[in-house]
């Protein structure tokens, strides 16, 4: 394969739809609570909190579980790594959309 | 799955929490009410009273929109922005207001000049929309007829009252919008392809 195809591969941890669209919520603001980023995602509480988990596992999310008014807030951010890492994903697909948009039109010639 | 819409979803958040309008405008109407001694708003406790119940309504709506829809802070870089923007906004509403506010043209330039404030801001923290060009619009418009009056008329209560009314209606506006935004299951932000 040519060196195209090396650097394109995907990172599988932040492809997935639900984790991807998580990150790149996060990317755009500081910090997003629990309850909005389930309305973003339209995620279920458990599965939310499961892929929370896995990217604060790999360092990509920092949580910080507080009480607002006595009711207990869960919070996250994006860490360092993972602002590094959701710019250099979607950076990745656009590549990937223009190869494709430019084998299709070679293909068409 | 849409790039630009969660993106979107989150920054915009907190400017389309339009609820928070509806008290805002409550109080510029009640304040307009004040100026000309209308009803229970003309006496000093009637008016004060208002200020009290719009500031608990206020605490309501921001207790309601954290638990509906959850809360977001913007990046440092949005709030520096939004900060620019809000200072040189009321530096350009009193000075406009101050040069041209006693001038003797039958128009309002508080209406005019609170008009564009909106789209300014509008434009610079969600993007215009049909209805902020819309009622901004039309509140422009209507302060630059010749009715309002000549200085020493009361032609800035009456501004404040359509003031009040053109805020609460945005607000409203961007409520729905924001409710349509955040839906449960809504396609374009969870589900689907993946598009940059």
Request: hydrophobic share 50%; net charge positive; glycine share 10%.
């Amino acid at each position: 394969m040519s060196g195209h195809s090396d650097e394109l591969v995907l990172d599988r941890l932040i492809h997935e739809p639900s984790r991807l669209a998580i990150l790149t919520v996060l990317s755009s603001v500081q910090a997003a609570d629990f309850v909005f980023l389930q309305r973003v995602t339209g995620l279920t509480n458990g599965n939310l909190s499961s892929h929370l988990s896995k990217l604060e596992e790999a360092g990509l999310v920092r949580i910080e579980k507080r009480f607002v008014r006595k009711k207990p807030n869960t919070r996250a951010e994006l860490t360092a790594e993972g602002t590094k890492r959701i710019a250099r994903h979607w950076a990745q697909l656009e590549r990937l959309r223009q190869l494709f948009e430019e084998h299709v039109a070679e293909e068409q010639v | 799955m849409d790039r630009a819409a969660l993106e979107s979803a989150a920054t915009t958040y907190p400017h389309l929490r339009g609820l928070f309008a509806i008290p805002a405008g409550a109080l510029m109407a009640a304040s307009g009410a004040y100026n000309q001694g209308w009803g229970p708003f003309g006496r000093v406790w009637g008016f004060l009273g208002c200020v009290a119940l719009v500031a608990l309504v206020a605490l309501g709506i921001q207790r309601y929109y954290r638990d509906t829809y959850g809360s977001v802070t913007l990046s440092g870089r949005a709030q520096a922005r939004m900060a620019v923007v809000v200072a040189v906004s009321v530096a350009a509403f009193l000075g406009v207001n101050v040069l041209l506010g006693s001038t003797d043209h039958p128009i309002s330039v508080l209406s005019v000049s609170f008009g564009a404030v909106l789209l300014v801001n509008y434009a610079a923290y969600v993007g215009l929309r049909v209805h902020h060009v819309a009622i901004a619009g039309a509140l422009m418009i209507a302060g630059l007829l010749p009715v309002w009056g000549d200085a020493d008329s009361s032609r800035d209560s009456y501004a404040l009252i359509a003031m009040g009314a053109a805020s609460a209606a945005i607000g409203i506006a961007d409520h729905r919008l924001l409710a349509r935004m955040l839906r449960p299951g809504t396609p374009e932000l969870g589900g689907g392809d993946v598009r940059a």
